[in-house]
């Protein structure tokens, strides 16, 4: 299989999930390891919706994480990865990462080239250590080229952004946790969030806006 999301598949979208850009799950479980638990739950091809809720079913977080981030939309991938690096920004923020959320949130806004460029210089910024600089990285790799202006283009792997996505999701529920309580509940936060994305909302949860 070539190391892209197959573009046919790509034009679909799953029933309840109205954000979703992929029907089945299969494709988007080609770009990373899922667990030897959530291996089986893939067997007989299910939707990304079922395959998602089977997951959940198992408490699965991580390998939900990565999947939701990869058969998102890029916009909602992207914005999802900006309220996870909200939820958990303290007031001692860096200026380079404050810097590569907004630059992260100004491309969803306006997905424009100057908005995707200025992302890949926050990202840069950041040393790519951060859950915000890999939120701006993931606009960056929306589309478009990832050379410089001027030079032979080089498009992004379809998956580019999705891999960008689900790296700030993870690192963000990571940062600075206290015990594994608090990481659980990070985890299951952000999927709601995501889950309220996929099906056409803001992620914007009533009881945490």
């Given amino acids: ?5 197959d573009k046919t598949v790509l034009q679909n979208d799953v029933t309840a999930f109205k954000k979703a850009a992929v029907e089945k799950a299969k494709p988007a479980c080609e770009f990373f390891d899922l667990t030897d638990a959530a291996k089986p739950l893939l067997e007989d ?3 990304s919706t079922t395959f998602f809720n089977r997951l959940m079913d198992e408490k699965l977080y991580m390998d939900a994480i990565r999947f939701l981030a990869l058969i998102l ?3 909602e991938a992207v914005w999802w990865a900006c309220l996870c690096v909200r939820d ?3 007031d001692r923020v860096t200026h380079e990462d404050k810097r590569a959320l907004l630059a992260a949130e100004e491309w969803v ?3 424009s080239e100057e908005n995707r460029q200025s992302a890949s210089q926050a990202a840069e910024a950041t040393k790519f250590e951060t859950a915000a600089g890999w939120a701006a990285m993931g606009a960056f ?6 050379t410089p ?3 032979p283009v080089v ?6 952004t999705g891999r960008a996505v689900g790296g700030s999701v993870l690192m963000s529920a990571a940062y600075q946790f206290e015990d594994e309580k608090q990481l659980i509940e990070r985890y299951e936060l952000f999927l709601e969030r995501a889950k309220e994305i996929a099906s056409g909302g803001s992620g914007k949860l009533k009881d945490n806006k």
């Fill in 109 to 111: 806004i306006k997905p």
């Fill in 73 to 75: 939309r890029k916009r």
């Fill in 88 to 90: 958990v920004m303290t």
């Fill in 149 to 151: 202006p001027g030079t």
């Fill in 141 to 146: 790799w929306s589309g478009g080229s990832m």
């Fill in 1 to 5: 299989m070539e190391d892209t999301l």
């Fill in 45 to 47: 091809d299910p939707s």
């Fill in 155 to 160: 498009p992004p792997q379809e998956d580019f």
